[in-house]
């Protein structure tokens, strides 16, 4: 990604997204394997979303991230942290040592995205059931303005379950927001147990139709089917905000823990870390580089 | 005589003189207006007023966004639900990056008319205290809360302000300027000081002359910025009087009284006497019948300064 200003309108590089997304998995799995743990399942359920934002639908300044006409992320399922920091890496918005940093007190890469902590972080998550409604206060800044920069927000399935997101999905067509994009992370899997036994929230297509959005489905690792769906959420022009369902599979790109209950957060060894690097196709010098950088830091 | 005034019915005259020079200035409301009064802010400016329904959590987590891309978000509703409902949005979407958010919180403490217990903020300054990064006021009256309102458009943080109800006279001196961390002294005195703020200072005046017969000559202290807290006139006090009395529209502990001890037991041991709601739940009923219940009439505070005295 070296281009300054990403405009919206361009042609998708399906292929190059598709690099990028498996860039950001492998980064993902180098953060975990150099800080010992993390949440790999939400972070890697969503590196496919986060390709497609960063490297064709947003329209944002890696040298300026904070151009007031930029395009917004919010990660409201704020535990897929390491995803958005290595998106951010892949946009050139940090750079990679500062992944590296994560899980130490003074790390901009705290374990969920703090803003003003993280150049690119637009808004502090963690605590579920927040960042949506702060992309609406986004987004209505935008429309009181009269500026045409849109907001994309990730929530998850099991954070669906909290009362503010659907305050939230209440209030986003009222404000008509068509400048509105939420993307839901549908990995099917709470942390403790599937989301259809913790909490459905099922028929979710017609909830959200129902309370006045636009709904596009994708599968959430298919990058021409995503581009597609924000194509349609950016271009339909009903004064609707819009929900991308993305289906996909939590901890997608480390095996031994992919579509598995346990993947929610993770322990993860040197060793699990260069198998997992190995399987991700990341060049074998690259991997000893790794290895060799975070066994001198212990 | 000057005219008695509800701080929360000169909210939407500040707000609209704010918002006339400033385009950043943005109010968001959850269903409130009419009680806060600041319906005619949504009538001169439309555009600029977000009705968020009863939402508060979601009001909370708008504003903090639109604080983020330039506006100075103005946030109201009832304390109770500014403080509770939406806590965890004030201390995440808002603290955690100090973002530039304004809580109106009306009908503060145990004073909010006969709605009882469910609408009583009893905890919200405990709360609100213990965030880092926000700032707490409660003005002595609509004097002072026409200065906080604009004080608030130019300071960079969050601010939390208790809006009360009724309409008092004026506490404030003429020329009182508000400030963060700044106290006012109401009566000069020298035998004990009494920290106050808001309602309850009409009843400590009240108290002043009950004392006085008595021979006890109070300092009163306007100490409408909770936090920060004007900690050198908390150590001035200890020095020159002795002994403290707080006055808390709220529950004693995690008040003012709370704020003033953490400084006193720090800096300047001597006794602390808290009056505020004795850790009990809310009642409905009108809010005279509410400082008897509460024990915090005038006879109340002066009795319990000659106690404080005697002991």
């Given at each position: 990604m070296k281009e300054r200003i990403r405009m919206s309108k361009e042609t998708a590089d399906i292929k190059k997204i598709e690099e990028t997304a498996n860039r950001i998995r492998i980064k993902v799995v180098k953060m975990i394997g150099n800080a010992g743990s993390g949440h790999a399942g939400g972070a890697l359920s969503a590196a496919d979303i986060l390709a497609v934002l960063y490297c064709h639908v947003m329209k944002f300044d890696p040298d300026n991230?904070?151009?007031?006409d930029r395009d917004r992320f919010i990660l409201?399922?704020?535990?897929g942290a390491f995803a958005l920091y290595s998106a951010l890496s892949e946009a050139g918005i940090?750079?990679?040592?500062?992944?590296?940093?994560?899980?130490?007190?003074?790390?901009?890469?705290?374990?969920h995205p703090e803003k003003g902590r993280?150049?690119?972080?637009e808004m502090s998550t963690?605590?579920?059931?927040?960042g949506l409604s702060a992309g609406i206060g986004m987004a209505i800044g935008a429309k009181i303005r009269k500026k045409d920069f849109r907001v994309y927000v990730v929530i998850g399935d099991g954070e669906s379950n909290e009362g503010q997101i659907w305050e939230a999905m209440m209030s986003a067509p009222k404000f008509k927001l068509d400048n509105l994009v939420a993307i839901l992370?549908?990995?099917?899997?709470a942390l403790s147990d599937p989301i259809d036994e913790v909490m459905s929230l099922e028929p979710i297509a017609d909830k959200a139709r129902a309370f006045g959005w636009n709904v596009f489905d994708a599968d959430g690792h298919n990058v021409k089917q995503l581009v597609e769906a924000f194509e349609k959420a950016n271009n339909t022009k009903n004064s609707k905000p819009s929900l991308i369902i993305a289906h996909t599979t939590k901890g997608k790109g480390i095996s031994y823990v992919?579509?598995?209950?346990?993947?929610h957060a993770i322990v993860m060894t040197l060793e699990q870390a260069e198998a997992t690097l190995k399987e991700l196709g990341c060049p074998q010098k690259e991997i000893e580089k790794y290895l060799s950088f975070v066994k001198e830091k212990k | 005589m000057v005219e008695k005034i509800a701080p929360r019915a000169v909210l939407a005259e500040a707000l609209i003189e704010l918002a006339e020079k400033n385009p950043d200035i943005v109010v968001l409301d959850a269903d409130f207006n009419p009680a806060s009064m600041i319906t005619p802010f949504r009538d001169r400016f439309p555009e600029r007023f977000?009705?968020?329904?009863?939402a508060e959590q979601n009001m909370m987590s708008i504003a903090a966004g639109l604080s983020t891309v330039g506006f100075i978000p103005f946030a109201s509703t009832i304390a109770t639900f500014c403080s509770r409902r939406a806590c965890d949005q004030l201390a995440v979407s808002v603290c955690i990056s100090k973002l530039n958010v304004k809580v109106l919180a009306?009908?503060?403490?145990?004073?909010?008319?006969?709605?009882g217990a469910s609408h009583q903020s009893m905890e919200d300054i405990s709360i609100m205290r213990a965030m880092p990064n926000m700032t707490v006021v409660h003005p002595a009256d609509a004097y002072e809360m026409k200065q906080v309102v604009k004080y608030a458009a130019s300071y960079q943080g969050p601010m939390y302000i208790r809006v009360a109800r009724d309409a008092y006279e004026k506490?404030?001196?003429?020329?009182y300027e508000f400030e963060l961390g700044k106290s006012c002294v109401l009566r000069e005195g020298a035998d004990v000081t009494i920290f106050v703020y808001g309602e309850l200072i009409e009843d400590v005046l009240k108290a002043i002359d009950i004392l006085s017969e008595k021979g006890v000559n109070p300092r009163v202290v306007?100490?409408?910025?909770?936090?920060?807290?004007?900690e050198d006139a908390i150590v001035k006090a200890a020095e020159e009087t002795g002994r403290i009395v707080t006055v808390d529209n709220?529950?004693?502990?995690?008040g003012m009284g709370s704020a003033v001890c953490e400084v006193v037991a720090e800096k300047c041991p001597v006794k602390v006497k808290r009056l505020g709601v004795k850790d009990i739940p809310g009642r409905s009923g009108k809010n005279p019948d509410m400082k008897k219940y509460f024990g915090l009439t005038a006879q109340d505070i002066a009795q319990e300064v000659m106690s404080c005295l005697e002991n």
């Amino acid at each position: 990604m070296k281009e300054r200003i990403r405009m919206s309108k361009e042609t998708a590089d399906i292929k190059k997204i598709e690099e990028t997304a498996n860039r950001i998995r492998i980064k993902v799995v180098k953060m975990i394997g150099n800080a010992g743990s993390g949440h790999a399942g939400g972070a890697l359920s969503a590196a496919d979303i986060l390709a497609v934002l960063y490297c064709h639908v947003m329209k944002f300044d890696p040298d300026n991230p904070e151009w007031e006409d930029r395009d917004r992320f919010i990660l409201s399922k704020g535990h897929g942290a390491f995803a958005l920091y290595s998106a951010l890496s892949e946009a050139g918005i940090i750079p990679e040592k500062t992944l590296f940093t994560a899980y130490s007190v003074t790390s901009p890469c705290q374990a969920h995205p703090e803003k003003g902590r993280c150049p690119g972080v637009e808004m502090s998550t963690g605590a579920l059931g927040q960042g949506l409604s702060a992309g609406i206060g986004m987004a209505i800044g935008a429309k009181i303005r009269k500026k045409d920069f849109r907001v994309y927000v990730v929530i998850g399935d099991g954070e669906s379950n909290e009362g503010q997101i659907w305050e939230a999905m209440m209030s986003a067509p009222k404000f008509k927001l068509d400048n509105l994009v939420a993307i839901l992370d549908y990995n099917k899997l709470a942390l403790s147990d599937p989301i259809d036994e913790v909490m459905s929230l099922e028929p979710i297509a017609d909830k959200a139709r129902a309370f006045g959005w636009n709904v596009f489905d994708a599968d959430g690792h298919n990058v021409k089917q995503l581009v597609e769906a924000f194509e349609k959420a950016n271009n339909t022009k009903n004064s609707k905000p819009s929900l991308i369902i993305a289906h996909t599979t939590k901890g997608k790109g480390i095996s031994y823990v992919e579509g598995k209950q346990e993947c929610h957060a993770i322990v993860m060894t040197l060793e699990q870390a260069e198998a997992t690097l190995k399987e991700l196709g990341c060049p074998q010098k690259e991997i000893e580089k790794y290895l060799s950088f975070v066994k001198e830091k212990k | 005589m000057v005219e008695k005034i509800a701080p929360r019915a000169v909210l939407a005259e500040a707000l609209i003189e704010l918002a006339e020079k400033n385009p950043d200035i943005v109010v968001l409301d959850a269903d409130f207006n009419p009680a806060s009064m600041i319906t005619p802010f949504r009538d001169r400016f439309p555009e600029r007023f977000v009705q968020c329904g009863i939402a508060e959590q979601n009001m909370m987590s708008i504003a903090a966004g639109l604080s983020t891309v330039g506006f100075i978000p103005f946030a109201s509703t009832i304390a109770t639900f500014c403080s509770r409902r939406a806590c965890d949005q004030l201390a995440v979407s808002v603290c955690i990056s100090k973002l530039n958010v304004k809580v109106l919180a009306l009908y503060p403490g145990f004073l909010v008319g006969t709605n009882g217990a469910s609408h009583q903020s009893m905890e919200d300054i405990s709360i609100m205290r213990a965030m880092p990064n926000m700032t707490v006021v409660h003005p002595a009256d609509a004097y002072e809360m026409k200065q906080v309102v604009k004080y608030a458009a130019s300071y960079q943080g969050p601010m939390y302000i208790r809006v009360a109800r009724d309409a008092y006279e004026k506490f404030i001196p003429d020329d009182y300027e508000f400030e963060l961390g700044k106290s006012c002294v109401l009566r000069e005195g020298a035998d004990v000081t009494i920290f106050v703020y808001g309602e309850l200072i009409e009843d400590v005046l009240k108290a002043i002359d009950i004392l006085s017969e008595k021979g006890v000559n109070p300092r009163v202290v306007n100490m409408s910025s909770i936090k920060p807290i004007d900690e050198d006139a908390i150590v001035k006090a200890a020095e020159e009087t002795g002994r403290i009395v707080t006055v808390d529209n709220h529950n004693i502990i995690g008040g003012m009284g709370s704020a003033v001890c953490e400084v006193v037991a720090e800096k300047c041991p001597v006794k602390v006497k808290r009056l505020g709601v004795k850790d009990i739940p809310g009642r409905s009923g009108k809010n005279p019948d509410m400082k008897k219940y509460f024990g915090l009439t005038a006879q109340d505070i002066a009795q319990e300064v000659m106690s404080c005295l005697e002991n």
